[in-house]
C-alpha cells in the first residue's frame, strides 16, 4: 500500500521525519522527568544525538517510519472515543477521574498493550523485509545483539 511518504515529494524527506520524532520524543521525556536537571543545553544535545542514531540504523528509521501511521490512526480512534463520550454528557473532569481511578485500570494497560503491538509488529515487519536475524543486507549483518 501506498502512503503519501511514499507518492509524492514527501518521501525525500522521509529520513528527516524518524530523526525530528525521536529528537522531539527524547527532548520531552528528558525535560519532564529532569533527569539531568534543569540544564536544557545537554538535553538538547542528548536528543539531537539520538536522533542522529536514529538516522544511523536502517531497520530502526524503516520501524519508526512504518509505526508512525498506525500511532496517528489510533491516537484518532482515541480522540473520537473521548469526544463521543463527551457527546453523551461526561465532562473531560469525568474522563480524567475514570481513567485515573484503580478499578479502570484495565483501560489503561489495553492502550499500552495495543501501543505495544504496533511497535513489535514493526519492527517484525521491517526485520523480515531486511531479510530475518543474522542474514547479511548490502555487508551489513542484522541482528537484535
Known amino acids: 500500500m501506498a ?3 511514499d507518492t509524492g515529494l514527501l518521501g525525500s524527506f522521509s529520513i528527516i521525519f524518524p530523526f525530528l520524532l525521536v529528537f522531539c520524543i527524547t527532548y520531552a521525556l528528558l525535560v519532564k522527568t529532569k533527569v539531568l536537571g534543569d540544564n536544557k543545553s545537554i538535553t538538547a544535545i ?3 544525538v539520538m536522533g542522529f542514531l536514529v538516522l544511523l540504523f536502517p531497520i530502526v528509521r524503516e520501524a ?3 509505526m508512525a501511521p498506525w500511532f496517528v490512526l489510533f491516537m484518532f480512534g482515541i480522540l473520537f472515543i473521548v469526544l463521543m463520550a463527551m457527546i453523551f454528557g461526561f465532562s473531560e473532569g469525568d474522563i480524567m477521574a475514570t481513567l485515573r481511578s484503580p478499578a479502570h485500570s484495565h483501560i489503561n494497560v489495553w492502550v499500552v498493550g495495543i501501543g ?3 511497535v513489535i509488529g514493526s ?4 526485520i523480515s523485509d531486511f ?3 543474522g542474514k547479511t543486507q548490502g555487508g551489513l549483518t542484522v541482528s537484535l545483539g
Request: proline residues 5%; neutral net charge; glycine residues 10%.
Open 131 to 133: 531479510g530475518g536475524l
Open 64 to 66: 519508526i517510519n512504518l
Open 3 to 5: 502512503t503519501p511518504l
Open 46 to 48: 542528548i536528543s539531537i
Open 116 to 118: 505495544i503491538l504496533i
Open 123 to 126: 519492527l517484525l515487519t521491517v
